[in-house]
């Protein structure tokens, strides 16, 4: 089983910046394909940016240009620097990782609040 543990949330100005971290602990093998999602307050789960090791990442139109998703093999971790935070950032933010072993299941996280406010 593995367990990802999020690390970095916090709160924070508007304009200011956050990096999460995700770590996958208990894993004998390598994740190849993450993933960060965030839940605000009454609102669906949305995707916020997706990486591979293979391919490049993708981002959410709202996080484009500001949030930046990186990945280390070496520490099987993830992170998202989030820079020009807003407002309508806060929210609780998660991280999914891939099973390689059957490309079928998803890991998910505890989840870690970021909040953007004056």
């Known amino acids: 089983q593995v367990q990802l543990v999020e690390s970095g949330g916090g709160f924070v100005q508007p304009g200011g910046s956050l990096r999460l971290s995700c770590a996958a602990s208990r894993s004998a093998f390598r994740i190849n394909d993450w993933g960060w999602y965030r839940q605000a307050p009454g609102k669906a789960r949305e995707s916020v940016a997706t990486?591979?090791?293979?391919?490049?990442?993708n981002y959410g139109d709202s996080v484009k240009g500001r949030f930046t998703i990186s990945m280390d093999n070496h520490k099987n971790a993830v992170y998202l620097q989030m820079n020009t935070l807003k407002p309508n950032d806060t929210a609780v933010y998660y991280c999914?990782?891939?099973?390689?072993?059957?490309?079928?299941?998803?890991?998910w996280g505890q989840g870690i609040q970021v909040t953007v406010s004056s």
């Open positions: 999914n990782a891939l099973d390689p072993r059957d490309f079928v299941r998803w890991y």
């Open positions: 990486i591979t090791s293979g391919g490049g990442a």
